[in-house]
T-cell receptor, first 115, second 114 residues
Framework: GAGVSQSPRYKVAKRGQDVALRCDPISGHVSLFWYQQALGQGPEFLTYFQNEAQLDKSGLPSDRFFAERPEGSVSTLKIQRTQQEDSAVYLC?????????????FGEGSRLTVL | LAKTTQPISMDSYEGQEVNITCSHNNIATNDYITWYQQFPSQGPRFIIQGYKTKVTNEVASLFIPADRKSSTLSLPRVSLSDTAVYYCLVGDMYSGGGADGLTFGKGTHLIIQP
């Protein structure tokens, strides 16, 4: 596609439910990043993939958060047993090279609201 | 310690030049300086990136002094549509990730008035 695509754009979950957020990066992009952005705050790093390898998951806030990119393209961020503090916009970004060299291309995000 | 420090907010008027300064006293040798722009309900968008001296593209200029402890994003002749949050990032682009290298901070909320 022309850009990074994320789905769903909006998700409402009841506390305790599991959710899955999908990211379609730009075709051919090696690096993929997930960020969490709370209201009024800057994006906070969650995890980084280089192709299918998850090289850094130091930003994942708890073991309820899990991300995968099994074939080195589409990625899924899964949140188990959602809590109200998980309410945020989840942003996915991809870049052509390794690390964040050059430009990160961001999707529009998935807004998660946990009731 | 925060890796970068930038003003929380700034105001200006249409047609003016706006300069947003970012402090990064602990910048490392391998670190690059990158600026992103974010509109409400959108993901951040890359503006410009540099290592030293001056970088210019079609939308902005980035000035980096010799000690690299600060940088200034310059937006020429702003318009209402430049109202957004601007983030300064400092990090090793080739580090392969890592929370330190990908810290956005709170950014600068730039408001452009008619």
């Amino acid at each position: 596609g022309a850009g990074v695509s994320q789905s769903p754009r909006y998700k409402v979950a009841k506390r305790g439910q599991d959710v899955a957020l999908r990211c379609d990066p730009i075709s051919g992009h090696v690096s993929l990043f997930w960020y969490q952005q709370a209201l009024g705050q800057g994006p906070e790093f969650l995890t980084y993939f280089q192709n299918e390898a998850q090289l850094d998951k130091s930003g994942l806030p708890s073991d309820r958060f899990f991300a995968e990119r099994p074939e080195g393209s589409v990625s899924t961020l899964k949140i188990q047993r959602t809590q109200q503090e998980d309410s945020a916009v989840y942003l996915c970004a991809s870049s052509l090279g390794t690390g964040w060299a050059g430009e990160l291309f961001f999707g529009e995000g998935s807004r998660l609201t946990v009731l | 310690l925060a890796k970068t420090t930038q003003p929380i907010s700034m105001d200006s008027y249409e047609g003016q030049e706006v300069n947003i300064t970012c402090s990064h006293n602990n910048i490392a040798t391998n670190d690059y300086i990158t600026w992103y722009q974010q509109f409400p309900s959108q993901g951040p968008r890359f503006i410009i990136q540099g290592y030293k001296t001056k970088v210019t593209n079609e939308v902005a200029s980035l000035f980096i002094p010799a000690d690299r402890k600060s940088s200034t994003l310059s937006l020429p002749r702003v318009s209402l549509s430049d109202t957004a949050v601007y983030y300064c990032l400092v990090g090793d682009m080739y580090s392969g990730g890592g929370a330190d290298g990908l810290t956005f901070g709170k950014g600068t909320h730039l408001i452009i008035q008619p």
